[in-house]
């Protein structure tokens, strides 16, 4: 039987085969082998070593490593080390991100035995993700279904004393596999446009890609695409796509095709609810790919267009468009203090051609939705969001992580609000060895959770519970916490302040604090919205 030092050297080997060229290491005793194998791996220069002391933050930076293209694995010891990784598994399972999850154990001896550390961790991670238990090498078959995975992978490694290596292992450099080709996405099903067919528009949501850009340029369509959706870019997309759906305009639609996973708006949820509408959808990534909606034609390919557009119909609602965007500027610029929106609007002005920008959950990433200008098609803008699951943890270590992994010298930002900031605020904690990548970390601090504000929770009948319950003013110095990071740390209170901030960035891992309020939020919401319906 193979030595720990001997597995867990061809657990590292196999990692390597299955392209796998970044490791996060938790520390820990028990993965101890793996984690002396990977340094030995990293001194030879096959891959990247990074360390995390927690567990959670380890698992959304590897998450956000993988989001940019790098293959990542995250490797800890055992019990709850394990659980901690479950945020970062979820969803990479729900987003389709092939997440390598690399656990240590006990030998199978001592389990149910009640011995130190020792749980059951084999489907640890729930019928959404399969374990495999490893007590020997991982074999052909091992290595190439994780070189084909398209969701998070978990190898759970039994590991027996002793656990520290007799020698130096100097690996030899070792071929890759190649990269799985996927089918391509041949033109063989067809769509109509033009004046006799159904008034259609094209959703795209998170992670949706260039096809439905193309398909909506192809059919003169309008785009309704998330920021993340890696589709906003061209003359279709529109920017105040949300508010629009609440015009009298989207009574007038009849058929919608779907792209991505779109989660931002109730505007878009109550659009794909009708009955009198043709839904055509692509599958989604991740684990459930059913839509959780009516979907009328299903299809696995791009959609070959024919007919001629109906010019008509997308110039309405571009026009729509630009008339209501300035009219939601007007209202914004007569506010008297910076709000959340003029921050979203900030940053993405920010945002260069080439750069990457990752999005934090709730307000956020639907204001930034709002105030986003539509890309030229070819900028090759990077905007990211965990919106597998859409939870406020990991935004910090995953924004981090994607930093890293892009290994591009081009701008990096991020946008969250305070309360996912110090969420994860153990993310700033980084070893004097680990990459600092050139991020700014723009927080909106509101001193709580404004997005409560607009939905039910914050209705007038509930105003002596609220602050309590959702609005959570926490008071906490953000300036202070940043300092014991060593992290550099600018409070701005007015967007002039905000643009001359992001326009001279220090270099390295930054946090620009932008103070707004949220007292008004809910009447500036609806004060938006209205200006759809007038």
């Known amino acids: 039987m193979a030595t720990a030092t001997e597995l867990a ?14 490791v996060v290491v938790a520390p ?71 997440l390598t999850v690399v656990t240590a154990d006990r030998p199978a001896r001592l389990r149910e035995t009640g011995a130190n550390q020792v749980t059951d961790q084999v489907g640890i991670f729930g019928r959404l993700v399969d374990t495999l238990d490893l007590d020997a090498a991982p074999d052909e078959n091992d290595v190439a279904a994780l070189n084909a995975a398209r969701g998070p992978v978990h190898w759970n490694v039994q590991l027996d004393d002793p656990l520290t290596p007799p ?8 071929e890759a596999r190649p990269v799985p080709v996927r089918p391509e996405l041949m033109i063989f099903e067809s769509i109509s446009t033009g004046t006799e067919t159904p008034r259609t528009v094209v959703i795209a949501g998170d992670d949706a ?29 529109l920017r105040s796509y949300r508010l629009l759906l609440e015009s009298p305009l989207a009574e007038r639609i009849e058929r919608v095709v779907v792209y991505g996973h779109p989660t931002l708006s109730r505007p878009v949820t109550n659009l794909l609810a009708r009955d009198d509408i043709e839904i055509i959808a692509a599958p989604i990534e991740g684990v459930w790919p059913a839509r959780p909606f009516r979907v009328d034609r ?27 965007g300035r009219r939601v500027d007007r209202l914004l610029h007569e506010q008297p203090e910076m709000t959340a929106y003029d921050v979203s609007a900030c940053v993405a002005r920010a945002l260069p051609d080439g750069g990457l920008l990752m999005l934090g959950p709730s307000n956020p990433v639907r204001d930034l939705d709002l105030m986003m200008r539509p890309n030229r098609v070819g900028g090759r803008r990077k905007v990211l969001a965990n919106r597998g699951l859409a939870g406020i943890d990991g935004i910090v270590s995953t924004a981090i992580g994607a930093a890293v992994g892009r290994r591009s010298s081009t701008r990096a930002l991020a946008l969250m609000g305070d309360v996912t900031f110090l969420h994860d605020a153990g993310g700033l904690t980084l070893g004097p060895d680990e990459v600092r990548p050139d991020l700014t970390i723009v927080v909106a601090n509101d001193d709580g959770g404004s997005i409560f504000a607009s939905l039910e929770q914050g209705a007038e009948d509930f105003a002596d519970r609220f602050e309590r319950l959702f609005g959570t003013p926490h008071g906490t110095s953000l300036e202070a916490l940043c300092a014991a990071h060593r992290i550099p740390h600018l409070k701005v209170t007015s967007a002039p302040e905000l643009e001359a901030a ?33």
Not at 299 to 307: A, C, E, K, S
């Open 9 to 22: 050297r061809a657990v590292v080997t196999a990692l390597l085969e299955a392209r796998v060229t970044d």
């Open 28 to 98: 820990g005793s028990r993965n101890a082998p793996l984690s002396f194998a990977v340094f030995d791996a990293a001194r030879a220069g096959l891959l990247r070593l990074h360390t995390r002391i927690d567990e959670r933050s380890a698992g959304f930076f590897a998450l956000g490593l993988t989001k940019v293209g790098t293959r990542a694995a995250v490797m800890c010891t055992s019990g709850t080390a394990v659980a901690n990784l479950h945020p970062s598994v979820l969803e990479a399972a729900h987003a389709g991100v092939p």
């Open 167 to 174: 020698d130096r292992w100097k690996p030899e450099p070792i």
């Open 209 to 237: 890609g260039p096809p439905s850009r193309i398909l909506a340029q192809d059919g003169g369509w309008p785009l309704l695409a998330e920021p993340s959706s890696g589709a906003r870019t061209g003359e279709n997309a």
């Open 298 to 324: 299903t299809v696995l390919t791009r959609l070959n267009v024919d007919g001629t557009p109906d010019t008509a119909w997308l110039a309405e609602w571009r026009e729509a468009d630009r008339t209501l």
């Open 502 to 534: 992001l326009a001279s960035p220090n270099g390295g891992i930054e946090v620009v604090e932008a103070v707004v309020s949220r007292q008004d939020r809910r009447a500036l919401d609806d004060a938006i919205r209205a200006l759809a319906r007038s």
